[in-house]
């Protein structure tokens, strides 16, 4: 038994939309029994040959593209509607509706497309200058590792500090991106390597002048700038779609080593620095006068030392993903 479906239409400037109403599933099962449906409409116009539909159980949707843009008059040729067609009031508009619904859709493009140009040159210029700056500590400390030995070991808070400190600074930028959905990745790994590398560089180096001529200082800043010389002129390339594929790999490979030897790193100069506090008092937790004493900041460094090596196996896990995740894919597009 053949039945005809209720049609619904509605149109743009650029489209048809048929909505079909029927009573049985997509294999024609209904209420009472199978059925089939069917029905044709000869168009006011000209249309396209490629057709969108998209089906459920009770309806389908059709799309129609006209050969050419305009606004019809009526959906059929004949000036008598068929009495299983009627407007879709949910999709109607009338002409000038729909050329007000072109214009905020343009007035929308320009919106995002302004958005995504500031956005883009955002970032471009945040990792130039944090590669530019990396790229300086990295050339400084190899330039003075062959001139001066290791004697350059010792020096390295010295001369290195000031550009570390504004690039760590800076670095804070990306877990407001990561928050704001700026760029797309975890808040919590961005958050983990920003706020370590800052403990680091401000409690441990910077608070203790005991330890600007130890050695680990040295070791801690060459390994994060090899790092970071991959990583943000990979970003570089990726604010305007860009790949190079060497610098891909290193990208995702070179942390592999790295990352774990500066944590390594990082581990020695807070073991390095504990004595320290103990012996000077300094960011001791005061107790109460009745308690008569006060606890060490070095308690609160052996804790930080667990949360470390906790947080080196939330990165390394995520890094890990990234890296598989990246390569697959590109595997998969190169098949």
């Not at 500090?161 to 600074?169: E, L, P």
């Amino acid at each position: 038994m053949t039945l005809t479906p209720l049609v619904y239409w509605a149109q743009r400037h650029e489209e048809i939309y048929l909505l079909l109403f029927i009573t049985s599933d997509a294999l024609g099962h209904g209420a009472k029994g199978q059925h089939e449906y069917e029905f044709s409409l000869e168009f006011f116009l000209p249309v396209k040959s490629e057709v969108r539909h998209k089906s459920t159980q009770r309806q389908v949707n059709i799309t129609v593209r006209k050969e050419q843009r305009g606004w019809w008059e009526r959906l059929t040729a004949q000036e008598r509607k068929p009495v299983f067609l009627a407007p879709d009031f949910d999709r109607w508009l009338d002409e000038s509706d729909a050329e007000m619904e072109i214009q905020e859709k343009v007035r929308q493009n320009k919106i995002f497309q302004h958005h995504s140009v500031l956005k883009t040159g955002f970032l471009f210029v945040y990792n130039l200058v944090q590669f530019l700056g990396f790229s300086w500590i990295f050339v400084n400390m190899t330039v003075r590792l062959f001139i001066f030995g290791q004697d350059s070991l010792y020096d390295t808070f010295h001369t290195i500090s000031d550009v570390m400190f504004f690039c760590q600074i800076l670095a804070s930028v990306e877990v407001l991106n990561a928050a704001f959905g700026v760029v797309r990745t975890g808040v919590i790994p961005t958050l983990i390597q920003v706020v370590g590398r800052n403990f680091i560089l401000f409690i441990i180096f910077g608070s203790l002048e005991e330890m600007h001529h130890r050695p680990v200082v040295f070791f801690v800043f060459y390994l994060w700038s090899t790092i970071e010389i991959f990583r943000y002129p990979f970003y570089m390339l990726g604010c305007f779609n860009t790949e190079w594929k060497t610098l891909t790999w290193l990208r995702y490979t070179v942390w592999i080593p790295l990352y774990p030897l500066g944590v390594l790193a990082e581990a020695v100069a807070v073991i390095q620095s504990i004595p320290i506090f103990d012996q000077t008092k300094l960011l001791s937790i005061p107790l109460p006068k009745a308690i008569g004493t006060s606890i060490s900041f070095s308690y609160v460094l052996q804790i930080y030392l667990i949360l470390m090596f906790l947080g080196l196996f939330i990165n390394f896990r995520h890094l890990y993903k990234q890296r598989k995740r990246r390569f697959r894919t590109k595997k998969r597009k190169t098949h």
